[in-house]
């Protein structure tokens, strides 16, 4: 089946982003953090989105990556 929009080189780079960073965040190899990082920035994207904007949650997003990572550089979970 055809895709209802035309293909293009950047089609999904906002599905990348969001999964590179769960598992940076998760802690790369781990897939308990990864779960609990996609757990938490799905839930904070919906809430975002939601109330403010999609752009807004993107930026949110990127800044609480900046921020755990300062804070606990080897992921929200240790590696087991």
Sequence with gaps: MAPIMSVHPYMGHAVVWTAFVVVIVGGPGNIKGSIL????????????TTLLDSTIAALVNALVMLVLLAIRPEGVARHA
């Design 37 to 48: 990082a996609a757990l938490l920035f799905g839930f904070l994207t919906t809430v975002i």
